[in-house]
């Protein structure tokens, strides 16, 4: 039995610190929206999901490249609870932008392109999962779900490019302005919790990957058994 | 000879013995037509679309149909290779791995074409408009183009599965939503008459498209088949 090495220790209890205060923070020192009220706090939360969803799939991506480059499997570990954690981000994002989108846009849910692709992408994932529970061996595992999840981030730009053509409802955080979409107008103390809770979600994805890692690791000394 | 026109006549050996396969045989291309055909009609039923609403939907009906049929297409022409262990034959040719991924998908290319081509005419009296355009072929030639290519790389990771085959749309579908996207809505904007100026972006993402996934199927293509 390995131990839990002491940096994650003191991560997880920093996180137990942080994160309900970030969330003090969003409920009480954060102005209110003049349309739409308290539910566009989701906002904070929505956005640093998605933020730590797709800073997954990129670290897993990464971790893929260094799998089919090294061959050692530790890459490959990484790579896998990247993708895993990245997935349940992504869901939170979703499923807290329907909570926001019920009562802005009176409906759960939209076709608009920019929920649709989001959707498709965890799809994406999902299907990593089947890939990987349909391929016998850890090794070959490792070298097809590298590649999958290259692939997978690859094309990602292509799909962002091809929803900025179309006219979304859904607001553009990271507006160009020349476009003239509708862009969010934040006061600085919008951004301030904005970047709060960015940083909180960023060290909480490390957390949960780091822990998920170990788990890998722990389930292969198992199996080596 | 050169390495160069080596490792193109290389690829022309493979896309040529794919298309002699299917021509004593004629087992994929006729399989692949009847069902994008079916698919049409079967939407024509499910989604009770009116007239005026058909027109409009033409483009997509005939993307979505295309996709389906050619996915037939990719799952056999994998298929076929490790059915009778011809696979191992191909990788023991003494050539670049990707030689096999640009044959393939070449071929792949080429038997979609065809069935988009019977397509065409068929879709033109069905929806009683004109979508025998030149532009609309290119974009059909670019969009399949990058769909096979895709397909082709991803039949090689399904067929290593215990699932094998069925597997290939659940990997494939997803990554090729933005193909999907820019190729719809280049053939609308050709079928409704916009300027090539206007479709200047679908075009340019199909482009991307189209050389992002060769150039994945040249770096990994040796990879996933490595024993």
Redesign the interface.
Known sequence: MTKQPKVLGILDILLLILVPASLVWIIFFTPMEAVMGNVQKVFYYHVAAAWAGMLCFILAALAGAAY?HARRLQWDWLSLSAIEVGVVFSLCAIFSGMIWARPIWNTWWVWD?RLT?TT??V??YL?YF??RS???TPE?QA??GS??A???V??VP??F???R?FRTIHPVVIATGSTGESAFNMSPRMLVALFISLSVFTLLMADLVWHRYRLAKLQSNNRKR | MKPWTRYLYMIWLIVSKDIQVEWRGKQGVPVMLVFALLIVFLFNFALQLSPELQAGLAAGLLWVSLMFASTLGLNRSISLEVENKALDGLLLAPMDRSAIFFGKSLSNLFFTFMVALVLLPVFSLLYDQNMLHLNLLLVIFLGVSAFTSLGTLLAALSIQTRTRDVLLPVLLYPLALPILIASVEASRGILSGQSKFELQSWLFLLLAGNFLFYAAGILFYGTILEE
């Open positions: 089919l392109p692709t498709i992408m799809l994406i299907a089947i890939l349909g391929l016998t070959v070298r097809l590649v999958y290259i692939i997978g690859l094309t292509l799909t490019f091809s929803i053509l």
